[in-house]
């Protein structure tokens, strides 16, 4: 038996939205430019995701935004220059999934850190390990897991969905690779380990 994660029915929190928050890029390529200066200026990206999950219909389902109705992604972001792995991550769902906006006083309950990939250019997929062969990472991304009390409001930006999707789901996954991108699919193995407490309430 792993350690007990406990989960509780999606019908526990309060969805709500808040004003959208204007896209970066409107293109794949202004994306990457945007990367490259960005590298160049301030070198290799870090970003945190963290992993929610909820209950539903029985099976544990985990909280992933939706964005322009099509792609998928957990919530999260870049760190700032300096900033810690758990201040940014706690900073981050606070912007996209509360009306707190920086994450002050947001009782974010950020655990362990469940798995790193790594990207070695600016248009490749990420890995999850880092090849003896690649000097110079341009982007490194940490899932953690994160905790959810028995009952949280989640305000959402207009512009995103907050959809509960569930891990045997995306452990089956025949979505094509823009949907889950290829570090979503592998978050059940990630969790396998754990064992899931459903909280009845």
Known sequence: MGEVVEIYPLSCYYFGSKEPKPD??????ERVQRFKA?????????????????????QPHVLLL???NSFLKL????????EADIDGLKRKLSSKLSSVENGIGDDWQ????LGMWWRSDFETLPFPYLSSNIQMPKECIKLFLVKLPRSRRFI???????????????HNNQKPLQTYGSIIPGIPQLLSKYTFNTVQV
């Open 24 to 29: 970066k890029d409107e293109t794949l390529s």
């Open 38 to 58: 960005n590298y160049a200026e301030k070198g290799m990206r870090t970003c945190v995701e963290g992993v929610l999950l909820v209950e539903l219909f029985g």
């Open 66 to 68: 939706q964005v322009r």
């Open 75 to 82: 919530p999260g972001g870049r760190l700032r220059p300096g």
């Open 110 to 113: 950020v655990g362990e850190c």
């Open 156 to 170: 959402v930006p207009k512009n995103l969905k907050l959809l509960a999707v569930p891990l045997c789901q995306i």
